[in-house]
Antibody
Framework: EVQLLESGGGLVQRGESLRLSCTASGFPLRSYAMSWVRQAPGKGLEWVSGIGDDGVITSYADSVKGRFTTSRDNSKNTLYLQMNSLRAEDTALYFC???????????????WGQGTLVTVSS | QTVVTQEPSFSVSPGGTVTLTCGLSSGSVSTTSYPSWYQQTPGEAPRALIYNTNIRSSGVPDRFSGSILGNKAALTITGAQAGDESDYYCVLCVNGDFRYVFGPGTKVTVL
């Protein structure tokens, strides 16, 4: 069974840093691209970042570019999101999502974790 | 900047049919945007329904179908059930790159 478990969320002050983790099980993480998607309280979903299966390709939404860094350790089946210079508007539930990103497999998020909450206090 | 549009809300009767759309503030949605659709109920993670315009994700009933209608992607729910009451999001892949943009979501009420 595919499972994704996010951790590392919490309450931080504006300008501080936080690192989120997403531990995968039930499938070989090394074979899949992954993404981070967030949802501010009472708001819609926003794609934040993506990373290719080998970690070479990374991509970011304009809203976090230069502040957030996505990485992965396939040997530990873990995805990371390093968040620096946090702002109040970064307050959200952060989901990791397995990402199909290929012509044959499709372009979409097929499995999601339950999310970890990040709250940035000003 | 890619801005995706969706209807804010829809109401459908039990057993009825509703079609949600997903457009662009500037331009048209086509199959090369690889539109996908997700269902989210409050407090839950999103669930993939449709990808690559019209392919149902594993386990999704055939009451859900995807298509291109004019210059928009569309999600049609036929035979609506109470359990279909959710928020529905479309996502477009930008230029085939590893960049995705979510629409604002459509809240569907079944009553």
């Amino acid at each position: 069974e595919v499972q994704l478990l996010e951790s590392g969320g919490g309450l931080v002050q504006r300008g501080e840093s936080l690192r989120l983790s997403c531990t995968a099980s039930g499938f070989p993480l090394r074979s899949y691209a992954m993404s981070w998607v967030r949802q501010a309280p009472g708001k819609g979903l926003e794609w934040v970042s993506g990373i290719g299966d080998d970690g070479v390709i990374t991509s970011y939404a304009d809203s976090v570019k230069g502040r957030f860094t996505t990485s992965r350790d396939n040997s530990k089946n873990t995805l990371y999101l390093q968040m620096n210079s946090l702002r109040a508007e970064d307050t959200a539930l952060y989901f990791c999502a397995r990402t199909r990103h290929a012509i044959k497999a499709g372009y979409y998020f097929d499995y999601w974790g339950q999310g970890t909450l990040v709250t940035v206090s000003s | 900047q890619t801005v995706v549009t969706q209807e804010p809300s829809f109401s459908v009767s039990p057993g009825g049919t509703v079609t949600l759309t997903c457009g662009l503030s500037s331009g048209s949605v086509s199959t090369t945007s690889y539109p996908s659709w997700y269902q989210q109920t409050p407090g839950e993670a999103p669930r993939a329904l449709i990808y690559n315009t019209n392919i149902r994700s594993s386990g999704v009933p055939d009451r859900f179908s995807g298509s291109i209608l004019g210059n928009k992607a569309a999600l049609t729910i036929t035979g609506a059930q109470a359990g279909d009451e959710s928020d529905y999001y479309c996502v477009l892949c930008v230029n085939g790159d590893f960049r995705y943009v979510f629409g604002p979501g459509t809240k569907v009420t079944v009553l």
